[in-house]
């Protein structure tokens, strides 16, 4: 049995402005037959593929647990790893499980998309097993030796993270339904807590030893060969998160530790009534009090797993939407200024490296332009936003005003480009047949791709989905709306990309992006 022990070492480097390209597809949406993508075999052919086409960047969105509703933006912490994404393969192989065992499990029925309910009832029972393999076999406290020496300083975050999962697990309900000891983090308490809930914490430690030893792997092969790898930060964090309770002064909550405000946006093309994530604001005064401390230990764990952070929701940064929590709808809410330059300032006292992409979308005010130019973040263009405005949006390639832009025909939160370019009666898409000189839908879409690529912007990220020209039923996901992030490549897809590496090599070294 293979038992890695060794510590991750890793470098953070500057943005190479090079001209050059990526692919988005979250590690869910890779081919696998457990129901959802894993850093098993599929990852490491897809980095194959990036490097046989000439790619230099895989695009990911967060890796973190997800909770009720199953979208990587709501985690239980900002700290730990997802453990569906554990390659159940690779268990195999070390002898902590057997084929039969994995093979007999129902993970869902659908090739192309994951069924989410079906890995909640079933994943956990699958690593337990595994778990209890490796502790018949094993000291717990190699797992724990590589986590704290992988992760240092940041380590007692993941700590915590084990004691709220336990925590779950035995009493079924949410921190800050629990009595006044533990909900305040009462050290006492903590302690009988950690003695009572051991084997659980231990099984903790095992699930994220199995998940970052796997994950650094596939990292450590993508960055071998040329493939740098960039991931999502999300701005907030759940309210019921590891978080909020081990970082209660972080956030807007009272005496009680009940939330006052959350976070949104206010009405915009997703949404009339706003978008109401529910989710706790930041306290600003108090982080700028502690140094800004848990958004720098954010941000270093993130940079320890990515070689370029993408900040979501960059506008946040200067500010805020602000809803009282009381309120149900986000266009009640109002805007409120939060860290801003001297949030990064203090952060580039704290890094000295920090290649970072601004999220620079929705209602993106001069003071949000001020601010990114102050942080040197260079931003992104969405060609989906560019017909609207009759030539002159901002978006359309022949207004960039530089280089130092990322382009994308659209996100994980769009519509597939070809599923935009079905919208025959829109004036956007008359207009952007006109402009490329396409008719028809799938050469609309080719062609809206061949413009990201042919863009000054120093890199062009591809969606997956958009590779492949698929409709919106490939669609990752439609804010403001449940059953999302549900999309996977089939194996025929991952074929069909295969097939199409010597053209897109052609693409790449036409517009220079090899």
């Given at each position: 049995m293979l038992v890695k022990t060794e510590a991750i070492h890793y470098n953070v480097v500057m943005f190479d402005f090079r001209r050059s390209a990526g692919v988005l597809l979250h590690i869910s949406s890779l081919p696998s037959e457990y129901g959802i993508g894993t850093f098993g075999r599929?990852?490491?052919?897809?980095?194959?593929?990036?490097?046989?086409?000439?790619?230099?960047?895989?695009?990911?969105?967060?890796?973190?647990?997800t909770s009720f509703g199953d979208s990587p933006y709501q985690s239980f912490s900002s700290f730990a790893g997802n453990p569906y994404f554990i390659d159940l393969e690779q268990l195999i192989d070390e002898k902590l499980l057997l084929r039969k065992e994995a093979a007999a499990v129902n993970f869902g029925s659908e090739e192309n998309f994951c069924d989410y309910g079906r890995l909640y009832e079933e994943r956990e029972k699958i690593l337990r097993l595994a778990f209890?393999?490796?502790?018949?076999?094993?000291?717990?406290?190699?797992?724990?030796?590589?986590?704290?020496?992988?992760?240092?300083?940041?380590?007692?975050?993941?700590?915590?993270?084990?004691?709220?999962?336990?925590?779950?697990?035995?009493?079924?309900?949410?921190?800050?339904?629990?009595?006044?000891?533990?909900?305040?983090?009462?050290?006492?308490?903590?302690?009988?807590?950690?003695?009572?809930?051991?084997?659980?914490?231990?099984?903790?430690?095992?699930?994220q030893y199995m998940f970052f030893s796997q994950y650094f792997s596939l990292k450590r092969y993508a960055n071998e060969r040329g493939i740098r790898?960039?991931?999502?930060?999300?701005?907030?964090?759940?309210?019921?998160?590891?978080?909020?309770?081990?970082?209660?002064?972080?956030?807007?909550?009272?005496?009680?530790?009940?939330?006052?405000?959350?976070?949104?946006?206010?009405?915009?093309?997703?949404?009339?009534?706003?978008?109401?994530?529910?989710?706790?604001?930041?306290?600003?005064?108090?982080?700028?009090?502690?140094?800004?401390?848990?958004?720098?230990?954010?941000?270093?764990?993130?940079?320890?797993?990515?070689?370029?952070?993408?900040?979501?929701?960059?506008?946040?940064?200067?500010?805020?939407?602000?809803?009282?929590?009381?309120?149900?709808?986000?266009?009640?809410?109002?805007w409120e200024k939060s860290g801003g330059e001297d949030f990064f300032t203090a952060l580039k006292n704290h890094r000295t490296q920090i290649p970072i992409i601004a999220e620079d979308l929705g209602v993106i005010t001069d003071e949000v332009r001020h601010l990114q130019r102050f942080c040197n973040f260079p931003g992104m263009k969405i060609l989906q936003f560019a017909f609207g405005d009759a030539g002159r949006s901002p978006f359309l390639p022949h207004n960039y005003a530089d280089t130092f832009s990322v382009v994308y025909p659209g996100t994980h939160d769009n519509e597939t480009t070809a599923g935009w370019c079905a919208a025959?009666?829109?004036?956007?898409?008359?207009?952007?047949?006109?402009?490329?000189?396409?008719?028809?839908?799938?050469?609309?879409?080719?062609?809206?791709?061949?413009?990201?690529?042919?863009?000054?912007?120093?890199?062009?990220?591809?969606?997956?989905?958009?590779?492949?020209?698929?409709?919106?039923?490939?669609?990752?996901?439609?804010?403001?709306?449940?059953?999302?992030?549900?999309?996977?490549?089939?194996?025929?897809?991952?074929?069909?990309?295969?097939n199409q590496a010597s053209h897109l090599r052609e693409l790449l070294t036409m517009y220079n992006r090899r």
């Open positions: 599929s990852a490491f052919e897809f980095v194959d593929w990036l490097q046989a086409c000439g790619f230099s960047y895989w695009q990911v969105l967060p890796l973190g647990p209890n393999r490796f502790e018949a076999a094993h000291d717990i406290a190699l797992c724990e030796k590589f986590l704290r020496e992988t992760f240092g300083t940041l380590y007692p975050q993941l700590e915590a993270y084990f004691l709220f999962c336990a925590l779950k697990k035995e009493h079924q309900r949410n921190w800050f339904e629990e009595d006044a000891p533990i909900k305040f983090c009462e050290q006492a308490a903590l302690a009988e807590l950690r003695t009572k809930f051991s084997h659980e914490i231990n099984f903790q430690k095992f699930i790898i960039i991931g999502d930060v999300p701005f907030y964090s759940l309210y019921d998160s590891c978080d909020c309770w081990n970082n209660p002064r972080e956030f807007s909550l009272d005496e009680n530790l009940a939330v006052q405000f959350v976070g949104g946006c206010p009405p915009d093309i997703f949404s009339d009534d706003g978008q109401y994530w529910g989710m706790p604001t930041y306290n600003w005064e108090a982080m700028k009090q502690s140094g800004y401390s848990y958004w720098f230990q954010r941000l270093d764990f993130n940079f320890m797993l990515f070689d370029v952070v993408r900040l979501d929701h960059f506008r946040g940064f200067e500010s805020f939407w602000k809803i009282d929590a009381r309120e149900t709808v986000a266009r009640n809410g109002v025959k009666n829109s004036q956007e898409v008359l207009f952007a047949e006109k402009y490329l000189d396409a008719d028809g839908i799938k050469p609309l879409a080719k062609k809206m791709v061949r413009l990201a690529l042919s863009a000054v912007s120093f890199l062009a990220v591809i969606p997956t989905q958009d590779i492949l020209l698929l409709d919106n039923s490939a669609r990752m996901n439609l804010p403001a709306s449940m059953g999302n992030w549900r999309w996977r490549l089939t194996h025929k897809n991952f074929a069909e990309l295969k």
